[in-house]
């Protein structure tokens, strides 16, 4: 019996090039990209910031034609018939566009509405997307009113409303909690499974895209490898090493970072990951021990990248703490910390201290309180009730002084995007007090330190998120703060990029600045010393990493990660 055929590919792409114009750069979104997507499947595109990944989506929705080339989309040409192309997929932008002011039933009508699909089948409809996404309870409750993962699924059932053959998902977990990202796998799960519904889905998260079928990687427009996420593993076999020693993770990591022969170096554990340039270990000090561990995908991908990308040692420090920072102790104090909106207790009787060079970790689900206990740690939002003391000043009474000591990288980018990178650092500069000599050599430091002098003219909102992500770290570090506070400052940026950025978080900490940082990234939490896990307003569990993940540990699971032990937590207190 002869061997069944494979069905024709759902998205065929043949030599794809783009290029647009920012400012007075020519910029190459896409160059020469040839793929495909099997029918049925989940192709993962994943890249750095700016290395076309959006493009390419808009470019086979058919909201901008390609400059050369073909893509053909379940047979048919989208430059030719893009209203044919668009009436078959769905599309689902990282802005999806949510009316915050209309509750859930709401937005379904409207993109019902839009979507064309006639009245008498949207409540069945309806019914099986409120309940796969576990929206059923909250027909009624404003889109505004939602948690970040609720928004995000109800941004996904609109978008299937009426149901598609393609779904293209333009990281839609970026800023979800771990709890949310895997509810949103079994959701995708279940419309290749069940629907045959093939998916598009480009992703930040590594592991995230360690669970497609195939994976497209671009850098720079280009197409620098495809295939399953098995193949990228498999060729790391050798590379990959757990390293140990008698000194502190942050000392040990920048010197194998520095290493001949490493090519990454990351923070897990009591130790440090690292992978080689080559199948065998590199030369090390006496004092390093190097066991092997098994590859994984993310390995393979930073590898690929670090061919064109070399990891640079650094040779300065990024800052110096403060003349003025206390000499050791405690400079953030937090007791019985309680915030109340109306009826709602956003914030419940939350207690933690954190000393000087720490980095101290806040974690949670959406909603947790996270940002609410952060606007009241910068003397942005009054407490309802309890204490806060920051650099010794008690926010009740001195939170201007105490602000003047903070620097505050927001959960989104905040700066002023009509304005360009200069035009961003001179203003918070003089924001800052800062004039004569020292706002010169201030702004000519974060110019040469993030790598922005080639940007000075270009104007932030069209920033690949990366660069967005180093001017507001520049901003917020420009009056050289003793405390800098991070809320979720990685959302939505490339691993290389989180790399760099934490290679500069952990050497101001060397130097005594305090971190405190939220995140969604359960890697990010293993550089921190302490941390709290919080859910509804409250600390459900607080201690270093390590002890943490020792408290989720089980015959099921004997070696937990971070990601585990935090929804292990979560999941003990739902």
Known sequence: MPERADPAPALRLEAVRHHFRLGKRAVVALDAVTAEAAAGR???LIGPD????TTLMRLIAGLLRPQSGRIAVLGTDVAADPLAVQARLGYMPQRFGLYEDLGVAENLDLYADLQGVVPSERAARYAELLHMTGLGPFTSRMAGR???GMK???????TLVRPPELLLLDEPTVGVDPVSRRELWQI??????AAGMTVLFSTAYLDEAERCDHVLLLHEGRLLGQGPPGDFTAAMAGRSYRATAGIGRRHLQARLAAAPGVIDAVIQGGGVRVVTAAPAPPPMPRD?????????FEDGFVARLRERTPLAPRAAPVIAASAGAEPAGEVITVAHLTRRFGSFVAVDDVTFSVARGEIFGLLGANGAGKSTTFRMLCGLLPPTAGSLRV??????????AARGRIGYMAQKFSLYGDLSVGQNLRFFASAYRLAGARRRARIAWAEAEFELARLREATARDLPLGYKQRLALACALM???????LDEPTSGVDPLARREFWRRITELAERGVTVLVTTHFMEEAEYCDRLVIMAQGRVLAAGEPEAIKAAARSPALPDPTMEDAFIAVIGKAA
């Open 152 to 158: 995000q699924k109800l941004g996904l059932a609109c």
């Open 188 to 193: 995708i799960d279940h419309l290749t499974r």
């Open 391 to 400: 650099a010794g000043f008690d926010l009740r009474y001195a939170a201007a």
């Open 50 to 53: 700016g290395a076309g990944k």
């Open 42 to 44: 989940v192709t993962g």
């Open 479 to 485: 009056h050289e703060p003793d405390i800098l506070f």
């Open 288 to 296: 390093i021990t190097l066991r092997p561990v098994p590859a994984r």
């Open 146 to 148: 939602l948690s970040g």
